[in-house]
């Protein structure tokens, strides 16, 4: 018996705060006009003090099942892809698990930095078209602001926090993940990361004031690779189920900033700019949860028909980076 994936529910969930460009000029030498110059980004949100990843993993957990009307205890099994988790140690995933509960459901983590909601797809549509696993429920979730130097204005304008998530299942109707392209080059590791914090480089008197546990990036080095590869991922996507350009109706990119959406959206000659998503000028780059809750905004927002195909792509340190395209089938799409 052969099962199809699909995407049957999705929820997304942003902090209350605002931290504004005119915010940040109070904060760091830089200013509204360099920021948006440079990225695109205007706002983004910003966790409590006792907001965590956990915690916002769980409303957008709770919105996702809602949508897709399966309770908790239907749920088998919870993917969490953070690069900020609570806890080295126990995972993220099986505190949302307590939290919602899914009792009996197994959980664990994934880390593939901004490319985790993409590397999550691909772990729950595996389970479920195996039969494994009947309902998956994925969590992206990052509380960047915790590793955020607010006095690096080239890396400090950039992030923000939120959360998002979806049920996958076979059972419904909703958005059939088609396809899934991965990859990953752990030779450029060193361009975009977090130098300590680890087992290498454990927390010491000397990591903390080299401020060694702050995101540290080569922003001309990685938008190079960023573009070429989510470029490369969409076609090698595209071409496994033999679509074209012109079959994509909606193209969600990584909302890192607006110059690699942009990049990126003038590689696709013939998808119109209105239907490239963005939701970077609002949000900034919030890391794996970047394209789950964009795909969360466009649905509440788009009127899809039955039949349209919409290409996720994503790119984030490791280097690891990805492309999924979805197709909407069911009556909500009719």
Same mark, same amino acid.
């Given at each position: ?91 993220? $995933?099986?505190?949302?698990?307590? #939290? @919602?509960? +899914?009792?009996?459901?197994? &959980?664990?983590?994934? =880390? /593939? ?56 299942? $076979?059972?419904?109707?909703?958005? #059939? @993940?088609? +396809?899934?392209?991965?990859? &990953?080059?752990?030779? =450029? /590791? ?65 909302? +890192? ?78």
């Amino acid at each position: 018996m052969s099962f199809i994936a699909k995407i049957i529910g999705t929820g997304a969930y942003l902090p209350e705060r605002v931290l504004t460009n005119r915010d940040l000029e109070q904060m760091v030498e830089t200013s509204n006009e360099w920021i948006v110059t440079r990225t695109g980004i205007e706002e983004r949100r910003i966790a409590r003090a006792d907001e965590y990843p956990s915690t916002m993993g769980v409303e957008a957990a709770k919105r996702a099942l809602a949508d897709a009307n399966i309770a908790p205890e239907q749920v088998d099994l919870i993917l969490v892809a953070t690069l900020t988790p609570d806890y080295i140690f126990p995972s993220t $995933a099986c505190l949302i698990q307590h #939290a @919602i509960g +899914a009792k009996r459901a197994a &959980a664990f983590d994934l =880390q /593939a930095a901004c490319s985790g909601y993409l590397y999550a797809l691909s772990m729950a549509k595996a389970f479920v078209e195996t039969g494994a696993y009947c309902n998956v429920l994925v969590i992206a979730s990052e509380k960047l602001s915790s590793i955020t130097n607010y006095k690096d204005r080239s890396t400090c304008v950039l992030f923000g926090d939120g959360a998002a998530a979806c049920v996958i299942s $076979a059972q419904g109707e909703g958005l #059939a @993940i088609e +396809a899934i392209q991965l990859g &990953a080059d752990g030779e =450029q /590791a060193n361009l975009l990361m977090m130098p300590a914090g680890g087992s290498r480089n454990p927390p010491s008197v000397e990591t903390l004031a080299q401020e060694l546990h702050f995101i540290k990036m080569a922003g001309n080095e990685v938008f190079k690779h960023a573009v070429r590869r989510m470029e490369s991922a969409c076609k090698d996507c595209l071409d496994r189920i033999g679509l074209v350009e012109e079959d994509v109706s909606w193209l969600i990119p990584h909302q +890192a900033n607006l110059r690699i959406i942009d990049a990126i959206a003038n590689r696709f000659k013939h998808l119109p700019e209105e239907r490239i998503f963005k939701t970077v000028q609002k949000y900034g780059n919030t890391s794996a949860s970047s394209v789950g809750i964009a795909l969360d905004e466009l649905l509440k927002k788009a009127r899809l028909k039955a039949g349209e195909n919409i290409l996720l792509t994503a790119f984030g340190g490791g280097f690891t980076w990805g492309a999924a395209v979805l197709r909407s089938v069911g009556e909500r799409y009719a």
